[in-house]
């Protein structure tokens, strides 16, 4: 029972770039349910660990369990399966520009369900609404502002009703409302569909709206992981400062 | 102003910006032709910014230069060598040596992943063949609408003017023989096994594999590719399989036609020029078509086809940096793909020609 509620544990990870360390040994358990905030300086290895759990890099040591099996050691089509059931938000929303806004949130549909067309098409509507964008169906990401792009690119994320949701920095170049909203449907999703969330960002406001838990990364080291709360007397110099108690 | 009569005296007092560098220059300049020691007298000056700081810590190591500071220019200059070299990444120079080794690296790794590219995309287009699975919908159709319906006009218009020019210069040497008859047989092989899949693949390659190269790139610098990663999509399924599918029906197609048309400009030439009749050219034309030469005709135009993408989609994948990547992947699969497809004619007709 203890293990199955860790839906992704790190062991030992350590990661680079032609050589170069980012991730120097990091452990790490996620559990499932919560909304697991990854913070840290800005080059601090964010983005790269979470390349790392959704399989894009390879590292150069240490392992990786989602779903409590190994995604290093598996075959192409097992790990398929578990990306069925993720979904995740790039930092820059990556929507693919040739398509329009209902093409993209339709794309995950068409290729991993068995609905027909027009059942897709209610579903997309569904999903854009859920992030207030019906009104964008039809537009290219090219016609869309940011905050825009990356809604959409929520919608497409969620497509599937993931089991766990990545987000690289959902909140940066946001309007202070539309980050809270964006917050409110991140606090939406984990409540009525359970789902496990895992979110970068350096926002102050968001991470003390959302956060479960947090874990802060300095110099590809894991330097406290824990609550708010555990952060706050911890008395870590780096950590007060980020968040401004020091 | 100078108190010796060698050496030379500037100076400047209030302030010294990024506008008076311009001036301060020239008067070095001119002063040093002059030949005579300067003298820069900062001590005046109080008021800097970023690159007058920058000038002056550059004229400090000027040895014919003499630079009388000010306090504050003296901290000014501290401190911007302090934050310019801070945290500075050392990487030294590599020696010739060492650029041989890499370059022979680069070379191996360049061949290597194209080789495995290649065979990927071998294996996923045979298995999108079987099973439309993983793959966008209506995709391939509309790959085959780009990439063969509308290179139609330009490849119909050029085969023709090809043909056209390639009779006329021959009938001319011809005619002296009176050998007339045999500008059928020539502009009928030509065409078919040399002229029409050659000239398809080079425009084809120009419109289309271009056109492969730059959206893979693009798609690969926005994180497209990795967006459908971890939806568990193959890029190489759900974007390069459409085309190569979609290009080893249209390119034999175009070929077909630009061998036809090509003739076509032959048979105007021999008719009005040649004086040939229709009926004689028409007989004589089916007399030389051999199956033979349409099916080198047409291997070659797959071969071409399946070259003209993995070329496209390998430097598409290899894209690094920004606008300027895709600009320079573009450019390198057209060219590559060009050498690529003549290179290949030219190998298969060497062996076609002494086999058959
Ligand atoms: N594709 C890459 N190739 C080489 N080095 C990279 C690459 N991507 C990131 N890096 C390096 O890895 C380090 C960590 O980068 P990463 O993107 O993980 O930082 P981050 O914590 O997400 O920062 P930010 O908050 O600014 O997004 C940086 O020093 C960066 O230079
Ligand atoms: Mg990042």
């Not at chain 2, 939806?231 to 390119?251: D, E, G, Q, R």
């Not at chain 2, 070329?311 to 450019?331: D, L, P, Q």
Request: proline share 2%; hydrophobic share 50%; with cysteine.
């Amino acid at each position: 029972m203890e293990k199955n509620d860790k839906i992704i544990r790190i062991k030992n990870l350590i990661a680079s770039y032609d050589g170069n360390t980012v991730l120097d040994g990091i452990d790490l358990d996620i559990k499932k349910g919560e909304i697991f905030v990854i913070l840290g300086s800005s080059g601090g290895g964010k983005t790269t660990l979470l390349k790392h759990i959704i399989g894009l890099l390879k590292p150069v040591h240490g392992t990786i369990e989602v779903f409590g099996k190994d995604i290093l050691s598996m075959e192409h089509y097992e790990f398929d399966t578990i990306l069925k059931k993720v979904g995740v938000l790039f930092q820059g929303g990556a929507l693919i520009n040739s398509m329009e806004v209902w093409e993209n949130v339709a794309v995950p549909l068409e290729q991993h369900s068995d609905l027909s067309l027009d059942v897709i098409k209610e579903v997309v509507k569904y999903k854009l609404g859920l992030v207030k964008l019906g009104h964008a169906y039809s537009l290219l990401p090219s016609e869309l502002s940011g905050g825009m792009k990356k809604r959409v690119a929520l919608a497409r994320a969620i497509a599937l009703d993931p089991e766990i949701l990545f987000f690289d920095e959902p909140s940066a170049g946001l309007d202070p409302i539309t980050a809270a909203e964006l917050d409110n449907l991140i606090l939406n999703l984990k409540e009525k569909m359970g789902i496990t969330l895992v979110v970068v960002t350096h926002e102050l406001e968001s991470i003390k709206r959302i956060a479960d838990r947090i874990v802060y990364l300095q110099k590809g080291k894991n330097i406290f992981c824990g609550t708010i709360e555990e952060a706050k007397k911890a008395g870590i110099d780096e950590v007060d400062r980020f968040f401004g108690w020091a | 102003m100078s108190d010796q009569s060698s050496k030379y005296r500037i100076v400047v007092d209030g302030s010294f910006t990024k506008f008076d560098i311009g001036n301060m220059k020239k008067k070095i300049e001119n002063q040093k032709r002059g030949d005579s020691d300067i003298i820069i007298d900062l001590s005046g000056a109080n008021k800097f910014d970023s690159l007058s700081v920058a000038f002056c810590s550059k004229l400090e190591s000027d040895r014919s230069v003499r630079l009388i500071k000010s306090p504050e220019l003296e901290s000014e200059i501290a401190d911007f060598n302090q934050t310019a070299g801070s945290d500075k990444a050392e990487t030294p120079e590599p020696d010739f040596t060492e650029k041989l080794v890499l370059a022979f690296y680069g070379l191996f790794y360049h061949i290597r992943d194209f080789i495995i590219l290649a065979a990927d995309i071998f294996y996923f287009s045979f298995v999108s063949v079987i099973s439309s699975k993983g793959r966008k919908k209506g995709s391939v159709y509309e790959q085959i609408n780009l990439i063969g319906n509308n290179a139609v006009p330009i490849v119909f218009l050029l085969s023709f003017l090809i043909g056209l020019i390639l009779s006329l210069q021959s009938a001319a040497q011809l005619r002296q023989f009176g050998a007339n008859i045999f500008l059928v047989d020539l502009i009928v092989i030509a065409m078919i096994t040399e002229m029409g899949p050659m000239i398809t693949a080079v425009i084809v390659a120009g419109r289309s594999g271009s056109a492969i190269a730059a959206e893979i790139s693009t798609m690969k610098i926005t994180e497209e590719l990795d967006a459908l990663k971890v939806m568990a999509l193959n890029p190489l399924k759900y974007v390069v399989a459409p085309k190569m599918l979609a290009m080893t029906l249209s390119l034999p197609a175009l070929t077909i036609m630009a061998n036809l048309v090509g003739i076509f400009g032959g048979f105007i030439i021999a008719v009005l020029y040649l004086d040939l009749s229709p009926n004689i050219f028409f007989d004589r034309a089916v007399d030389v078509m051999s199956l033979n030469f349409w099916g080198q005709s047409i291997l070659k135009s797959v071969l071409f086809s399946w070259l003209i993408v993995i070329i496209g989609s390998h430097y598409g994948f290899r894209v690094k940096g920004g606008a300027e990547g895709v600009g320079k992947a573009t450019t390198a699969s057209v060219v590559a793909s060009i050498f690529a497809v003549i290179m290949t004619d030219a190998f298969l007709s060497l062996i076609f020609y002494f086999e058959f």
